[in-house]
């Protein structure tokens, strides 16, 4: 399989390899090279991305990037969801699939329940540790806010990283609520960005 931003996913792979939902699914992996495995799902989720949602990537640059999901109709939800079971089925194998699935549809499950079904999901974001502390966060998440501002759309994402909370405070997200996740048996955070007033 070909990759579409290799240099792009390098940067997620090694901003995100200490976030805990990674690092159990690195180590679900039981087809081939465990972190070449997630280096490619970071370039499918890009690829994703710019199929049905937002990727926003830095002009010429390589430290980053961000994915977005927008809400689809019912057949592109399952057209997606059936191309990313495929790609994680085939690429990373049957318990990576069923870690995946247990995670994500529990956080489905709690998101919707606080959330306005036009909020778009800012799914995966990060700058690779060699850039960090200079700024360039934001750059990768300005100019879609300045679109769903326009568009008058919330946005919101999860994390489990509780060192990055001020960060997307910074950004005007607020937490909106926080549950433990039983495969991992950890806390995250649910934050929503409202539309500015």
Not at 70 to 88: A, S, T, V, W
Not at 136 to 153: A, C, F, H, W
């Amino acid at each position: 399989m070909e990759f579409t931003y290799r240099k792009h996913a390098e940067s997620l792979y090694y901003s995100l390899c200490s976030n805990s939902y990674f690092q159990i699914l690195e180590e679900s992996v039981d087809v081939g090279n465990q972190k070449e495995a997630v280096i490619r799902y970071m370039d499918f989720s890009m690829v994703e991305a710019k199929k049905y949602g937002e990727l926003y990537l830095p002009e010429n640059e390589y430290y980053g990037a961000s994915t977005w999901g927008k809400p689809l109709g019912k057949e592109l939800e399952i057209q997606k969801n059936d191309e990313r079971k495929q790609f994680i089925l085939g690429q990373m194998g049957k318990k990576s699939w069923e870690i995946y699935k247990s995670i994500s549809g529990f956080m489905d499950d709690k998101s919707q329940q606080l959330l306005d079904k036009k909020s778009w999901y800012l799914s995966i974001v990060g700058v690779h540790p060699q850039f960090q502390g200079q700024g360039l966060g934001v750059n990768l998440v300005k100019s879609i806010l300045q679109k769903t501002d326009s568009l008058g759309i919330a946005t919101y994402l999860e994390t489990f990283t509780s060192r990055n909370i001020s960060f997307y405070k910074r950004l005007n997200y607020q937490i909106a609520g926080c549950f433990r996740e039983p495969i991992t048996n950890l806390e995250y955070q649910l934050m929503i960005r409202k539309v500015p007033v």
